[in-house]
């Protein structure tokens, strides 16, 4: 099995042509105690046994249960025009736009997405994307600390576990210390998430004030589809903005790829990590686009770059760019209110669980079941639901406590039906 | 082209959601914004014209001849994005592995995890392999973070430096950066290749480990690797392989049997992925035996009963939300299932005649920057032809009015106006030739009219952009 069209005869051909008598001899410098020890791999298998193999594995999850589970990666809708415009050649097999001449599709496109995000957020730069929501953290939590020379890095009760832990791999030898609050005191950021893991929603523009009286920024991991209502990230006078943007027209895909929002203030924008795309003009005047201040990055500043990211994640960026172009001015609000609704209908039907959230919430809550989660999630799988996570595993609650997430694709009928099994199962 | 914002029409939408059917609620005011985000008002139809027409003007594999060295631009199989759209593996929530209460829901992306991982292992020769780094960098980084948990583990508080070759990719000395070592830089040979002694000179027992790629950026084996790793462990420092360039010995050589201890795979490389535009990659790390305790967890591991997760005794931790991109893995699966054992050794086979190839037809218009047998790319020096006033950039651009990507330009830093092409094995022969025949047209205008080669490119949607303007005047975003 094979993707390469040479045959036989221009193998010998182009052999001559280099001089060698056989594709061996390309390998000399490969001598023999240098050759691979084992080559234990499975034969070729034909385009139609792959696929019958592989939708074998996809046949064996279970992907089409009703879904209630949030924690950070939702199941909203994705039109079908961000699949067909994706999937166009031009974009995905593309490479970076190197050569800014043949790559005005993608360049435009990372504008684009860039002025999506500071519509989004209220913030002025945005870069054109990172790895992941928790990856962005990370780099949020450095450029804090470029920016501010300060060592510490205060993280609010509100930030998700996972994200948390990525965080302290990732600066694992870097000499800065973590701390759990919100004290800016010395501190080079406060990290917040909001809506907090739990689903809460805050008004964080007190501590901002209190950051910048202490010289610290705030960083904030936002939930993308909740600023279709919630207050923005600049409103609240946060400096530094990241998210996990699945969320926008990204498949769940069992983690990836995702996308990794950053945006932040004027001031901050050259010590931000990532690839920038900006317009300008070739010699005729017309306007084009090209990625600008490299010198912030590796290729170029090598082991003093801001970061040592060399990618992004361009094509998911350019799905939340068509999704947010889908949804408009008024689709994000109309989506941002169904999500926030239907939360609330669930919520109010639940009656039986205690609400663990104080603060109001978006689409996502937790409640105390009178059962274990985990045994409650097991039984509503085999009535046809992921009835959300169980919050034990993760460090991030009790045995009983389970987090739920609704999307404007649950429809009142999953949810009378939703609440009914959970009752059903936690009460018997 | 207008911009999508420039399109907008009050009032417009494309697509909208059926009528609530539950109560309306306010959301409690303290908390709204105070006006809704000014994104576009267009139709759906707007939307699907404005991307489509920006995509045409792109490059992409499937249009265009892409032989940029360094990036492994080969055909992204059709079969690979067929699987990716599995609804089975699309639409999963990754959380079903929080709680063991859902492994049973997911076991079929958790056997995909396994046998990936496992095929990744073998091919490369090391223990384990583990897909959450989520691109060649993040890979870079994990694998550092493995080196620097091995010597704190061993009580080498010591070991604060990792060396690396002049040749290798940026992203190399920022990682190590970022794993917080000081890195020291060697130098290549004359030759084009890293030298015992040179790595020799630079150690101390400072240092806890060199990263290396090979063959290197300079699309050559390195004959004395294993001299080097046996003289690393000696001194209790580990090897790290950039599996950039993988695709050159895939099957021929394996990373693991040449001694090295950490690496990471480029799945939208050697493994066909789609590059995306710059991303999403993937960038699984593999580890032989002294690295195995520190993996990232949690791992897929075979249980009795089917698939489970467990979490290394000594982990670094976690360096993504969940499996890093799974969906990466599915299409690299398919890729690896399809070609098989023989498949997969033909690539390298293909790449490497492909590149010697193009080397045989440009030897005498263009200097190759070495002398020794060019792997899976070529690289030349353009600094001839800069002396008569044509530069690789120059040469880059001309290069697009043929139809075809330019090469990488300007890296490797070590070769004066370098060009690398990498043709890779899925080109066929009239490809490179229509290439080759473009390059020689070059060099025959560079003798005749070399200041037309300033103009170029003219056949492309804008020409050459102000750079310099772009910078100062800052504009990215309206």
């Known amino acids: ?428 | 082209m207008p911009l999508i914002y420039e399109k907008s029409r009050k009032g417009r939408r494309a697509i909208a959601l059926d009528a609530l059917d539950v109560p309306e609620v306010e959301f409690p005011a303290a908390l709204r914004r105070s006006a809704p985000a000014e994104l576009p008002e267009v139709g759906e139809l707007d939307v699907v014209r404005h991307f489509t027409n920006l995509s045409r003007k792109n490059f992409g594999i499937d249009s265009h001849f892409y032989p940029l060295g360094s990036c492994t631009m080969k055909y992204n199989p059709k079969l690979a994005e067929a699987v990716a759209a599995l609804p089975g593996f699309a639409n999963l929530h990754p959380h079903l592995s929080s709680t063991e209460a859902y492994w049973p829901l997911c076991q079929g992306a958790f056997e995909l995890i396994h046998d990936t991982e496992a095929l990744l292992a073998e091919i490369a020769g090391m223990r384990q392999a583990s897909l959450q780094p989520i691109a060649g960098a993040h890979g870079e980084l994990t694998g550092v973070l493995l080196i620097a948990a091995y010597h704190k583990d061993h009580g080498n508080t010591k070991k604060d430096t990792i060396l690396i070759p002049d040749s290798a990719h940026g992203t190399n000395p920022a990682s190590a950066a970022i794993a917080g070592f000081n890195v020291v830089e060697i130098p290549s040979g004359a030759d084009g290749v890293l030298h015992l002694d040179a790595v020799k000179a630079a150690m101390t027992d400072r240092v806890a480990g060199l990263m290396m790629t090979c063959p290197n950026t300079h699309g050559l084996f390195e004959p004395e690797v294993g001299k080097i790793a046996a003289m690393l462990h000696e001194a209790d420092a580990l090897l790290y392989y950039d599996g950039a360039n993988l695709n050159a010995i895939i099957g021929k050589a394996r990373p693991g049997d040449l001694g090295f201890d950490v690496m990471h795979y480029n799945l939208h490389k050697t493994f066909a992925t789609p590059h995306g535009m710059g991303g999403p990659g993937s960038g699984p790390v593999g580890v032989g035996e002294r690295l195995l305790p520190y993996l990232p967890g949690p791992r897929v591991v075979k249980g009795a009963n089917g698939y489970v997760l467990e979490t290394p005794a000594k982990s670094i931790g976690r360096v993504a939300q969940f499996f890093g991109n799974f969906m990466m893995a599915v299409r690299a699966y398919a890729y690896m299932r399809h070609l098989g054992c023989d498949g997969l050794r033909e690539v390298a086979e293909i790449a490497v005649l492909n590149a010697n190839y193009i080397w045989a037809r440009l030897k005498e218009a263009y200097e190759p920057a070495f002398a020794l047998r060019f792997m899976h790319e070529c690289v030349f020096t353009a600094a001839p032809q800069a002396q008569k006033g044509v530069r690789a950039l120059d040469i880059a651009k001309a290069l697009l009015d043929f139809g075809f990507h330019a090469p990488t330009i300007y890296f490797p830093l070590t070769v004066k106006e370098s060009v690398m092409i990498e043709p890779t094995e899925t080109e066929s022969k009239e490809t490179l030739d229509a290439f080759c025949d473009a390059m020689l047209a070059i060099a025959r205008t560079i003798e005749t009219n070399p200041d037309s080669l300033h103009q170029a490119p003219v056949t492309t949607p804008v020409g050459r952009l102000d750079e310099v303007r772009a910078a100062r005047q800052l504009n990215c975003a309206c």
């Open chain 1, 1 to 428: 099995m094979t993707w390469v069209p040479t045959t036989a005869d221009e193998r010998k051909e182009m052999l001559d042509v280099i001089g060698l008598n056989s594709i061996d001899e390309l390998f000399a410098a490969v001598t023999p105690d240098l050759r691979a020890k084992s080559w234990d791999i499975p034969p070729g298998l034909s385009e139609m046994a792959v696929r019958d193999l592989m939708a074998g594995m996809a046949a064996k999850n279970a992907s089409s249960l009703v879904c209630f589970a949030g924690g950070g990666a939702y199941d909203h809708f994705i039109p079908a025009a961000v699949d067909a415009l994706t999937s166009r050649a031009e974009f995905y097999t593309a490479y970076t736009p190197y050569q800014p001449e043949c790559a005005q599709g993608t360049l435009q496109s990372i504008y684009e997405y860039q002025s999506a995000i500071c519509r989004l957020t209220g913030l002025d730069f945005a870069n054109a994307s990172l790895y992941d929501g928790g990856t962005a953290v990370f780099e949020a939590a450095t450029m804090a600390v470029r920016v501010t020379g300060r060592r510490r890095v205060a993280c609010h009760r509100s930030l998700s576990p996972i994200y948390r832990r990525m965080l302290e791999t990732h600066a694992a030898n870097l000499g800065i210390e973590f701390t759990t609050g919100d004290d800016p005191t010395g501190a080079a950021c406060v990290i917040v998430q909001n809506p907090s893991f739990l689903g809460s929603v805050e008004n964080y523009t007190n501590l901002s004030e209190r950051c910048h009286a202490a010289g610290a920024l705030l960083v904030m991991s936002f939930y993308p589809v909740s600023l279709g209502l919630a207050k923005t990230p600049a409103e609240m006078g946060v400096d530094i903005a990241v998210a996990e943007g699945q969320s926008l027209g990204v498949p769940l895909g069992f983690g990836g790829p995702w996308l990794g929002i950053l945006a932040t203030r004027k001031e901050h924008v050259r010590k931000m990590p990532g690839r920038i795309a900006a317009a300008t003009e070739d010699a005729q005047g017309r306007r084009g686009f090209v990625l600008t201040l490299q010198a912030r990055e590796q290729h170029i500043r090598r082991e003093k770059a801001m970061s040592n990211i060399c990618s992004n994640e361009a094509l998911c960026a350019l799905r939340a760019l068509i999704h947010l172009c889908l949804l408009g001015k008024e689709g994000i609000q109309e989506v941002a209110r169904h999500c926030h609704a239907k939360a609330e209908y669930l919520k109010k039907k639940l009656k039986f669980a205690t609400l663990l959230n104080r603060a109001p919430t978006f689409n996502e809550f937790a409640v105390r079941l009178p059962i274990n989660a985990e045994e409650a999630v097991k039984a509503m799988a085999s009535k046809g639901f992921v009835a959300g996570i169980p919050l034990k595993p993760l460090n991030a609650g009790d045995p009983e406590d389970l987090l739920i997430a609704v999307t404007e694709r649950r429809t009142r009928e999953q949810l009378d039906a939703f609440a009914l099994a959970l009752e059903e199962v936690s009460c018997r």
